[in-house]
């Protein structure tokens, strides 16, 4: 399973449950999340980098608005990109975007995810044990891209969490690449991916 960004988040919480019926997952932009959870160790480091992350999530909470964004959609996301991918030039990508999530409720829908991140009380009983591991850490062998100029996640946040996972959790930073590694580096992201597959 190969997932970017929110399918990363899908593909890491997937690994870790004990149905998950995949052999090995491939993670870009988003490595594990029990990998960034905790100050400690590194404390320091941790707290040095917090601040900037902050700022650069600040659209997570935008997002919980009613309306605005919806509203918005188009020059958030135009400029999201810009900073996400810097030097990378997604003219092309966004006017399939824009295409595909042309309507208020198709946006809606997109900016659903963040929506329903505070409201964990809400998910249908029938998928409680699949976001039970939401947060884990993959039980699988487990290979995450990451973006060396990435402006949604910094990429220090992915170096600190390689150190903290387990020996079948491989991390990797991409150089030249932003958040959209897949697109900015095809060739090389593709490499990696076919190459730990068929490992």
Do not use: K
Request: glycine share 6%.
């Amino acid at each position: 399973l190969v997932g970017h960004d929110w399918g990363a988040i899908t593909g890491n919480a997937l690994g870790a449950n004990a149905a998950n019926p995949y052999r090995r997952i491939v993670t870009l932009a988003v490595p594990p999340l029990d990998a960034m959870s905790g100050v400690t160790p590194g404390f320091g480091q941790w707290a040095r980098l917090m601040p900037r992350q902050a700022r650069l999530s600040w659209y997570t909470l935008f997002n919980q608005l009613p309306v605005l964004p919806e509203r918005s959609f188009e020059r958030l996301v135009r400029h999201l990109w810009r900073v996400w991918s810097p030097g990378y030039d997604a003219t092309e990508d966004l006017d399939h975007l824009m295409r595909s999530l042309a309507t208020t409720e198709q946006r809606a829908a997109a900016l659903g995810y963040y929506r329903a991140i505070p409201r964990f009380w809400s998910v249908p009983d029938e998928y409680a044990d699949w976001q039970a591991t939401w947060t884990a850490m993959p039980t699988v062998p487990t290979l995450n891209l990451h973006g060396a100029d990435d402006g949604c996640m910094q990429a220090a946040l992915a170096e600190r969490a390689a150190s903290r996972v387990p020996d079948h959790v491989e991390m990797r930073v991409v150089p030249e690449a932003g958040h959209f590694l897949q697109l900015e580096q095809p060739a090389v992201v593709n490499a990696a991916v076919a190459e730990f597959i068929e490992a």
